[in-house]
């Protein structure tokens, strides 16, 4: 399930949910296919001013930073890298689109793969095993 959380200072995302919401999901659809549309995740976490500091120094202004959990396989797909690109570029695009050009070159986007077996559901571990996905549950 890919996880998009984006970090922006609370000031500047007020009014813009639904489009970066929107403009994510969006960005994952054209990537991955319709088929990837119920189950991207979408956080928006605005911080209050002071909350957020760069060298030590609380900033004034800030460009959004986005992390972005996605199954580690990917990393491993003959044609990852371009996975990878198609994904920066598209959250970029959302990111200016919402706020502008002058975001652009602070734009942030951080890959955290997550490796198989090593996500839980509802209390069970996910574990796509050798035979196909496959839900342990030991209690």
Not at 3 to 29: C, K, N, P, S
């Amino acid at each position: 399930m890919p996880h998009l959380t984006v970090h922006v200072l609370e000031r500047d995302l007020a009014g813009r949910e639904a489009g970066l919401i929107a403009g994510l999901t969006d960005t994952v659809v054209e990537v991955y296919g319709e088929w990837a549309r119920s189950i991207v995740d979408v956080r928006l976490i605005g911080l209050p001013a002071g909350r957020w500091a760069i060298g030590g120094v609380p900033v004034a202004v800030a460009a959004p930073k986005v992390t972005f959990g996605i199954k580690e396989a990917v990393f491993e797909r003959a044609d990852g890298r371009e996975v990878l690109a198609r994904l920066v570029s598209g959250v970029t695009e959302v990111m200016v689109s919402e706020y502008g050009e002058e975001v652009r070159s602070g734009v942030t986007v951080e890959f955290v793969g997550a490796l198989d077996g090593r996500t839980g559901v509802g209390g069970v571990l996910v574990d796509p095993g050798p035979g196909g996905d496959r839900a342990v549950d030991l209690r």
